[in-house]
């Protein structure tokens, strides 16, 4: 099974591997990563279709006047 | 298997949105009356034939107390009613739509409006609108139907109740 | 010692998928500017409002069905190989389906491609949906046939080195990328049926002259069977790359392993059921078929939504590691320097701004409001056109030195082109949406009409006539850069032997993935009865009343 092909990550020799790229400056295993970031954009999201949706629906679409009504 | 706490969240967030938009579109198909095309149940015509059906006299009908039909051939490239010669049609009355072509698809669009349908040969499309004031729309075929398809276009013209008279409507008896 | 030097005949074969998709990419793209001039009257000297459609033709086909599946087959044949640790089981049979894929497009292209030339006999002037009685030269649809059957071979390919690597591997979890490669093709299965009956029973029959006549509805209901399925043939490789790239790119790793394989089993089951959701305005869908669409449709939302949340946390897990903080500032830690990630990250951006209107466009009453107008081109633009595009340009800046082993030429370029994209297409596609909003039809060599005048909701006609014009311009502008990087790479990049091409495993790994969700059979199954109980009853009724009938004559394109 191969989704790592470096060296520096053994899955058997330790718990987590140690990711060496440039820019990383700390190693975040499982356990202490929560994504509070996603949560927080994913909620601005989630808003943004809640309200976009209801003002497209009710002020763009059923605010004019001449629809199918049957 | 883990899914993290906040992940779980996002999961019940969605089903909630989701759930409120069919809650909506439900709401405004039952309650707002605001419907799609073809609620009846579909009728087909034979394209090759339809000089031996209503549309062979393209036009408006009175059906009842303020109620209207109108049938419509939707062909390359125009629209019978509609093009050359304005559709007019009654302000307040509950017009409906049957329109079918002999050819190829086409759309039918009211510009600016809800009125959005599929033009199939074939098939009749019906529909029922009603106009709660006077003006002008302009009439899209937005389903491509050849080379002059942004050609083809037409005009409904709606009018005060009291300027709608018997000149607008096809002598069916003939 | 990277992937063309552990697996030169995959590496080969990959190359060649993506040289055939990127010259689709190049005309169709030039086509779409081309197109974005001539419609918006800035400049209509290049065609004919005529051959606007035969243009119109090969802008959709070669990136909509070419681009896409070669494409997809170039990437998923590396994720594959290099997952599996093994070549593919025979090359001739690989080969032979890149070269079915190849005449069939070139068939195809032809047929179009003869509509622009003066009295040619020759042409298929028909659209990316090819509605029938408008009929094309019967090279376009055996070409499109050939295209279509070649993915099969192609797929099957992948799932050969499956079951050899699960003979020798009998108690493992799918590797991840071809655990996302073969769910993509069980979906692609069961979802082409539609445009393969279509094709060989109806159109090939008919456009050769064996049938006069033909009903449309049938048709049109087979091609859309497989035609809201496809968007997810083009997308779930997108995916693919969000899953298993991006996380590294952003510095960090995947957080769910899991929830990846929950989400391609989401897209197997409902990608193909719920194809009336292109049929709300017609007439022969009952309105039961298109009330379970509209239900089946915002649950398909869901799988969408959750790879929002597992991609992002991935890449703020790489930002984190990168020293990023707070509730939102965490963004500015991502390497926004980076070519490939700055494709990656902005293609979701807009991403998110192109599934709001797919939701409006799904949720059938409101439909009405902009079915068939140009709102549905500005919505596709940011989903195929660039959360799906501009991913695999941007996968490309990472993945062709693995398949050359040369290192990317011009990086400064490679880093504007992305930007250029993003803001070429916020321009063009906003305004299609607002356009949309007006009543402007999609589809057309000339929006305007005499009778009558578009109101705007919001700006003015004129503003947004350049927007689109603009915006189309810019949008060519980044493909020439992508261009320039991607030969230039090609042909003169550094032979390097220290190619970056190392992926994380994930964060919550495939061992914390429950067994059941590898089970292929399962999961097929279900999708096939969910087909079955959305399409046999109105297909039958189509049927009964005759294939053909009640028929209209052809009218050739």
């Not at chain 1, 994504?35 to 808003?47: E, H, K, Q, R």
């Not at chain 3, 011009?410 to 009543?439: C, D, V």
């Not at chain 3, 320039?484 to 091409?501: H, P």
């Not at chain 3, 005759?546 to 050739?556: K, R, T």
Request: hydrophobic share 50%; proline share 6%.
């Amino acid at each position: 099974m191969s989704d790592s092909a470096s060296p520096a990550s053994d899955p058997h020799a330790s718990d987590e591997p140690v990711m060496e790229q440039e820019g990383i400056v700390e190693n975040i295993s499982l356990d202490d990563f929560n994504p509070t970031g996603t949560l927080a954009v994913a909620g601005m999201y989630f808003l943004l279709l809640l309200v976009l949706y209801v003002l497209l629906y009710f002020v763009e679409f059923a605010g004019r006047d001449v629809n199918i009504i049957g | 298997m883990h899914i993290h706490r906040f992940e779980k969240i996002w999961i019940g967030l969605s089903l909630f949105l989701i759930a409120c938009f069919i809650g909506i579109v439900m709401y405004g198909f039952a309650v707002l009356d605001l419907k799609v095309p073809g609620i009846e149940e579909s009728e087909t015509v034979d394209p090759l034939t339809l000089h031996e059906t209503e549309f062979a006299m393209p036009g408006t009908r009175q059906v009842g107390d303020n109620k209207y039909e109108v049938y419509m051939v939707a062909r390359q490239f125009l629209f019978m009613p509609g093009t050359g010669q304005p559709l007019v049609l009654p302000e307040g009355a509950e017009v409906k739509f049957h329109v079918t072509s002999p050819d190829v698809l086409h759309g039918l669009h009211l510009a600016g409006t809800n009125v959005n349908v599929t033009v199939v040969p074939g098939q009749v499309s019906k529909f029922t609108t009603r106009f709660s004031e006077p003006g002008e729309y302009g009439m899209i075929c937005h389903e491509y139907c050849g080379p002059a398809h942004h050609t083809m276009e037409g005009l409904i013209k709606v009018v005060p109740k009291s300027e709608f008279d018997s000149q607008y409507l096809v002598d069916a008896s003939r | 010692m990277t992937f063309v030097d552990r697996y030169p005949n995959a590496a080969r074969v990959a190359k060649a998928n993506l040289i055939v998709a990127f010259a689709a990419l190049g005309i169709g793209g030039l086509f779409g500017t081309v197109q974005a001039l001539h419609r918006t009257d800035v400049f209509r000297g290049f065609i004919t409002s005529v051959q606007y459609y035969d243009v119109l033709t090969g802008h959709g086909v070669l990136l909509a069905l070419v681009f896409t599946t070669f494409f997809l087959a170039g990437i998923y044949t590396w994720g594959v190989t290099r997952t599996l640790e093994r070549e593919p089981e025979n090359l001739t049979f690989t080969w032979s389906w890149f070269w079915m894929m190849t005449i069939g497009t070139v068939m195809a292209a032809v047929a179009i491609l003869g509509g622009l030339v003066p009295g040619s006999s020759i042409s298929a002037a028909v659209l990316y949906t090819f509605y029938p009685p408008l009929q094309g030269h019967p090279l376009f649809y055996i070409g499109a046939t050939l295209l279509v059957v070649g993915s099969w071979l192609a797929g099957w390919d992948w799932f050969k080195s499956y079951w050899s690597w699960r003979a020798e591997h009998p108690d493992e979890s799918i590797p991840l990328q071809t655990y996302m490669t073969l769910f993509t093709m069980l979906m692609w299965y069961l979802s082409s049926i539609g445009i393969a009956l279509e094709m060989v029973v109806l159109l090939i029959p008919w456009s050769l002259g064996f049938v006069q006549n033909i009903d449309p509805i049938l048709p049109r209901t087979l091609f859309w069977y497989t035609g809201h399925a496809i968007v997810y043939f083009w997308l779930l490789p997108a995916y693919f790359v969000w899953y298993s790239i991006l996380p590294k790119l952003s510095g960090g790793r995947l957080f769910s392993d899991a929830l990846t394989r929950i989400v391609f089993i989401f897209f197997l089951l409902l990608s193909t059921p719920i194809g009336f959701h292109h049929q709300y305005a017609d007439p022969e869908i009952a309105i039961g078929y298109k009330m379970w669409a509209v239900v089946a449709t915002l649950f398909i939302v869901l799988p969408s939504l959750i790879t929002a949340f597992t991609v992002i946390s991935s890449m703020e897990h790489g930002a984190r590691q990168r020293g990023g903080s707070g509730y939102f500032s965490w963004m500015g830690a991502l390497p926004w320097n980076r070519p490939a990630f700055v494709g990656c990250a902005l293609a979701g951006i807009m991403f998110a701004a192109g599934g709001f209107s797919g939701i409006i466009n799904a949720s059938l009453n409101i439909d009405m409001l902009i079915h068939n107008t140009i709102w549905v081109p500005g919505h596709f633009h940011l989903t195929v056109g660039t959360a799906v595009a501009l991913t695999f340009m941007a996968v490309t800046y990472w993945l062709l030195p693995q398949l050359t082993g040369r290192e990317l030429k011009y990086n400064k370029m490679a880093l504007a082109q992305p930007y250029t994209w993003f803001i070429g297409m916020t321009l063009m596609s906003n305004a299609m949406h607002r356009e949309g909003l007006a009543g402007v039809p999609r589809r057309t060599a000339e929006p305007e009409y005499t009778g009558f005048a578009y109101e705007a909701p919001f700006g003015t006609m004129a503003e947004m006539k350049w927007q689109i014009a603009i915006g189309g311009v810019i949008l060519f502008v980044s493909l020439v850069m992508f261009f320039v990087v991607i030969v230039a790479s090609w042909r003169n990049g550094e032979k390097s032997g220290t190619i970056d091409d190392y992926l994380p495993p994930a964060l919550s790994g495939p061992e914390q993935s429950p067994k059941i969700l590898d089970n292929m059979k399962l999961w097929m199954g279900i999708a096939i009865l969910l087909c079955i109980l959305a399409y046999t009853l109105p297909l039958a009724e189509m049927v009964m009343d005759g294939l053909f009938y009640p028929g209209a004559p052809p009218s050739p394109v």
